[in-house]
């Protein structure tokens, strides 16, 4: 008889997008007419076209596959050098990354949980509170945890709460951890984390032997000069720390997929016996066994994000978005609501009105202004009272979104 992962059955009953879109197809199916007034705002999906030059590069990279002289097959698993090279001259100059420590994937989602693989049992894991589910989920799953409790939090996790007190960037753990996911621009809150408080993160690391996941995907939206961009800007974190980036959201990307992972070689790990392991040579190995590389079309098309055409026609997009983001934080707060995030990040994190839940919440947006929202609960027990919008949309959407939020909590 095959036996499964029983790990899977700890579980909550559904991934939260998934549940989000159950939720509106039913409103939908019961409601046609009113269906069609709805605008989505829940998953952070973008919704303007590539970038030209992203297009092209794409369409050039079909055209060489249609040529025997040009053609491409199996690709270098880690990436080609082109792209890794131009990540490395455009992302990290100046920071001592090298572009063989660059690793081309085909999204961060897949790659904070997959790193997984190269870490044994028995790690303290820490994660923010509220969080990305994935970063739970895939702990779950890799039978790194125990069971949820009525709140939904997991035996074995150290949650690092975060809350209007400290602006939602989570303090240090009170205790010595192993693994700690930090998510800077957050998602789903919006939060950023100062020079200063990534130098403590960074110095907390050094001192209690601790691997830090740094999610930097969305990095692009940041405004403020001052907010680092990279964990690799602190001074001693290519020994400590891993950090994930994706094409997604700056250059349009979410149903192209391509990302990357950097890892120093640096950063170590330890095996049972003691000895000091480096990182990057055990991800390359998962890599190069259990994935065959993005495609040469899809990494084409990334480079081209870097060249003069397409850091303008990005930039342009990240605007675009960003103005998005100003007027629904701007809506949220006229309405009285209290509101964080959307000025380095293209979430608004909002406080639901006295008296209402973040499903309630999500219930009434979609009832009765048929604007679909991520509900704060679903990234954990400390998101519960608030709700996530996104500011991926189109102009008009959102200020549409932006007179019907008012109406409604007016």
């Not at 790659?111 to 303290?124: A, P, Q, R, S």
């Amino acid at each position: 008889m095959a036996t499964i992962n029983a790990n899977f059955l700890k579980l909550k009953a559904g991934y939260l997008f998934p549940e989000i879109a159950r939720r509106v197809k039913a409103y939908a199916d019961a409601n046609p007419e009113l269906a069609k007034r709805v605008i989505r705002c829940g998953i952070g999906d973008v919704t303007e076209a590539l970038p030209p030059a992203v297009v092209k590069a794409m369409h050039e990279g079909v055209d060489e596959m249609a040529s025997r002289d040009t053609f491409k097959g199996y690709g270098p698993e880690q990436g080609y050098e082109f792209l890794r090279q131009a990540i490395v001259d455009n992302q990290f100059a100046d920071l001592g990354i090298s572009a063989d420590e660059v690793f081309i994937s085909d999204g961060s989602k897949c790659d904070t949980g997959n790193i997984l693989d190269i870490f044994g049992k028995g790690n303290t894991i820490a994660i923010t509170d509220p969080v990305y589910p994935v970063y739970v989920d895939t702990n779950v799953m890799a039978g790194n945890t125990g069971d949820a409790d009525e709140k939904g939090a997991y035996e074995g996790l150290v949650y690092l709460p975060c809350n209007a007190a400290n602006g939602f960037v989570a303090d240090l753990p009170k205790q010595k951890v192993d693994l700690v996911y930090l998510c800077f621009p957050n998602n789903p809150t919006g939060a950023v984390a100062t020079r200063a408080q990534l130098e403590a993160w960074v110095k907390y690391a050094k001192e209690n032997d601790t691997i830090i996941f740094f999610d930097a995907a969305y990095e692009a939206f940041i405004q403020d000069p001052e907010i680092p961009r990279s964990i690799f800007e602190i001074e001693g974190a290519r020994d400590v720390a891993i950090e994930f980036r994706s094409f997604s959201k700056n250059g349009g990307f979410t149903g192209v997929r391509c990302a990357y992972v950097v890892i120093p070689k640096t950063v170590t790990g330890k095996t049972d016996s003691g000895e000091r392991i480096p990182l990057h040579q055990l991800w390359s190995r998962r890599h190069s066994t259990k994935f065959n590389g993005a495609s040469y079309p899809v990494q084409k098309a990334a480079a081209a994000v870097f060249s003069e055409e397409g850091k303008k026609e990005v930039a342009a997009l990240i605007e675009h978005y960003m103005g998005n983001a100003k007027l629904l934080r701007e809506a949220a707060a006229a309405a009285g609501l209290p509101v964080f995030g959307g000025e380095n990040a293209p979430y608004v994190w909002v406080g639901c009105p006295a008296g209402l839940s973040s499903w309630d919440m999500f219930d009434k947006m979609l009832s009765e202004a048929q604007v679909v929202i991520t509900p704060g609960s679903g990234f954990g027990s400390a998101g519960e009272g608030w709700f996530r919008i996104s500011a991926f949309n189109s102009r008009a959407n959102v200020e549409e979104v932006c007179r019907r939020l008012k109406a409604l909590v007016a």
